[in-house]
């Protein structure tokens, strides 16, 4: 394993028991070079969005590539009236991966994860830990290991 950040996340999908399948690639400067790399579509690559809801609280939103946060729906889901996106520095203190790299298992800290409902059933790629690597796993594995919350959060991107 090359980073830290993809032996955290090896180490946590073992830990979970969830069947996966790694990939590598080259760097790419946007989710469509990541998707092509990967031979998928964009919105079977689903990326990892840290969320601010207050104080030292965040939670990780997964969405298919192709989708954008609905926040009214995230909002209500949540029943907070404000939340925002943290810069790239906090989003890599609160998980321990940098930007392009962020996947729900391995993080330093466990945060609450929401899975768009797009995403559910379906067999996706997401981050691996490190630029170029790639997670493929059934997004259901995914949400009974992480005790995610599935709701439609999304719109189109």
Do not use: C, Q
């Not at 999908?13 to 990541?34: F, I, N």
């Not at 729900?104 to 945060?111: A, D, L, S």
């Not at 995914?142 to 439609?152: C, E, H, P, S």
Request: hydrophobic fraction near 40%; avoid cysteine.
């Amino acid at each position: 394993m090359r980073t830290d950040g993809e032996r955290r996340t090896v180490e946590a999908l073992e830990a979970s028991g969830v069947p996966y399948v790694r990939t590598r690639h080259g760097r790419v400067g946007s989710l469509v070079e990541a998707a092509a790399a990967r031979g998928i579509e964009p919105a079977d690559l689903v990326k990892t969005i840290v969320v601010r809801r207050g104080e030292n609280d965040f939670l990780l939103v997964l969405l298919p590539g192709d989708r954008t946060i609905s926040w009214p729906r995230l909002r209500a889901l949540l029943g907070v009236s404000r939340l925002s996106m943290p810069d790239a520095s906090v989003a890599k203190d609160v998980t321990g991966f940098e930007r392009g790299t962020i996947t729900p298992f391995g993080t330093t800290r466990t945060w609450p994860v929401v899975v768009d409902a797009r995403a559910a059933g379906r067999r996706v790629s997401i981050g691996g830990g490190g630029h170029g690597v790639g997670i493929e796993l059934a997004t259901d594995d995914l949400v009974r290991a992480l005790g995610a919350t599935v709701a439609d959060v999304s719109e189109a991107g």
